[in-house]
């Protein structure tokens, strides 16, 4: 029990934070299929895939020739009501946005408003002067300005100045690093640059990217979050023990949208991703399209603007993910092909993941080549194992109260080493569990409670309950009567005997 804590929580880092995220593991290997195969083929996989992924909903859509092409879903919008999830629902992109942004950037670049090179400074005037004023426009695109992943971390927002303070807030605090020397992903340069948007146009950033994204591409079901409930959205389901509950209302981040915040459905997103792989001048050049989906430089090899890219494969893809909502948008843009899949879940450990059911429905769309997620009986069995863990320690400290004696009599220098060292060590394990592990995954234990409330919430009892297990044994080994030895019998001492004198 007392390092079981900790190496629970760093085998959590292995199975929810694997080395490449999904969409990036597919490989053309077929000719386009005619719309009415590549249908069939993905309607075969959601059947296949949509229960044992726990998502109540899902959508999807096809571009094939650089045109939309089919489209369908399955599911209800929200557990509990009739209403059917179909192409035209609109469901929050999460990071898919991040391309939309990057969009909006080069937009303003090839009307000659914007320098990618130049220090972000130049457009956003709260970076001036401080420790953020030398990351460039580029660096920000690409993940290079040195913003970390905490830094980015999702917040609420829903005045029109939430993003301008958020944005101040950052440029306050600088990059965690230098600008230029790694890769690193964060929503934080993604907010930057949704202001540089602002300062630049004169516009918000939701009303630029409606005026010259949404409209101009004919995304009628798609708006930008602007803080407010919409009824029309699919309901976000979260992971909550071996089921899916409904977020309690479809409420939107304003001051987050640059980094996430579209809301686009399934036949809305394939328009958009049409004119990203048609290699035709329209709300960006064909020379912008390509500046888009090619590797940003050297310090990010696999990342262009806006877009994770494999180029040994051709493919250019990015997921998003917001509570209750996973989503992936694929391209192979030299083919003019392109899919994207839209979930209302969020995907449990080791159970009710949807990453199977959008890397399946894509590969189907598209005709690449499955890739084997491997077996998810691990990461099943060590949530359940992170659910017990806290039974475990109850079950402990009830076993130290009913056997106190014992613990009692192992006081002495020895004894009290061997009860205090799971105090340590448990305390240990909590640090692990409660910072080191978000950390590692570039959040914190609030944020994880966003998406995974069931996961966060028995990460925060096996911590709480193991220090407290051994708090109690401790406590119990420094109070009450220790060990006695055994008394002689109470009782008149018998008179000692002396020797006989002989005659």
């Known amino acids: 029990m007392r390092l079981l804590l900790p190496a629970l ?3 959590l880092v292995l199975a929810v934070a ?15 299929q005619s719309a009415e195969g590549v249908a069939r083929a993905v309607e075969e996989v959601v059947a296949a895939e949509l229960d044992a992924s726990g998502a109540p909903g899902v959508a999807w859509a096809v571009v094939l020739d650089g045109e939309v092409g089919p489209a369908g879903a399955a599911g209800v919008a929200r557990l ?7 192409p035209a629902t609109p469901f929050a992109l999460g990071s898919i946005t991040k391309g939309v942004t990057a969009l909006a950037v080069v937009q303003l670049v090839e009307a000659g408003d914007v320098d990618l090179d130049a220090p972000a400074s130049r457009y956003v005037a709260s970076l001036a002067g401080g420790p953020a004023a030398d990351v460039t426009v580029r660096q920000l695109l690409s993940h290079t300005a040195g913003f970390s992943t905490r830094q980015g971390s999702p917040g609420r927002g829903g005045a029109e100045d939430d993003l ?3 944005v101040a807030r950052l440029a306050a605090a600088g990059p965690a690093r230098a600008p230029g020397e790694r890769w690193e992903y964060s929503n934080a340069g993604y907010l930057v640059l949704g202001r540089l948007v602002e300062e630049v146009s004169g516009r918000t950033y939701q009303r630029y990217v409606t005026e010259e994204v949404l409209r101009p591409l004919g995304m009628d079901d798609s708006f930008v979050a602007d803080g407010r409930t919409h009824d029309v959205m699919a309901t976000g389901h979260r992971p909550w023990f071996w089921t899916k509950h409904p977020l309690p209302e479809d409420g939107t981040d304003r001051a987050g949208a640059p980094a996430g915040g579209v809301v686009a459905s399934a036949r809305d997103v394939a328009r958009y991703l049409a004119a990203m792989v048609d290699g035709e001048d ?3 050049s064909a020379r912008g399209e390509a500046l888009l989906t090619s590797p940003a430089g050297g310090a990010s090899p696999w990342y262009g603007l806006g877009w994770s890219v494999d180029s040994d494969r051709g493919t250019v893809w990015h997921s998003g993910s917001t509570p209750g909502v996973e989503t992936l948008a694929t391209m192979v843009p030299a083919e003019g092909r392109a899919a994207v899949v839209l979930v209302n879940a969020g995907s449990g450990v080791g ?3 949807t990453t199977v059911l959008r890397d399946r429905v894509t590969a189907a769309a598209l005709g690449l080549a499955e890739v084997d997620a491997g077996p998810r009986w691990p990461r099943s069995l060590l949530f359940a194992s992170l659910v017990l863990l806290p039974v475990g320690y109850v079950l402990s400290a009830a076993w130290a109260w009913r056997h106190r004696d014992a613990i009692r009599a192992k006081r002495g220098p020895a004894g009290v080493l061997s009860i205090g060292l799971p105090l340590l060590t448990t305390t240990a394990g909590a640090w692990v569990v409660l910072d080191l592990v978000p950390r590692l995954l570039g959040t914190t234990v609030a944020t994880l409670g966003l998406f995974q409330p069931d996961l966060a919430l028995v990460l925060v009892a096996g911590a709480a309950t193991g220090v407290l297990w051994a708090v109690l044994r401790l406590g119990i080994a420094l109070t009450g009567p220790g060990r006695r030895l055994p008394r002689a019998p109470v009782g008149r001492p018998a008179a000692p005997q002396t020797p006989s004198r002989g005659p």
């Open 18 to 32: 694997p080395p490449w995220p999904s969409g990036a593991r597919t490989t053309a290997i077929s000719a386009p």
């Open 351 to 353: 159970v009710g993941e």
């Open 164 to 166: 301008e303070r958020r």
């Open 80 to 86: 509990g009501d009739d209403e059917r999830v179909t």
């Open 282 to 284: 329209d709300v960006v």
């Open 9 to 11: 929580a760093l085998g």
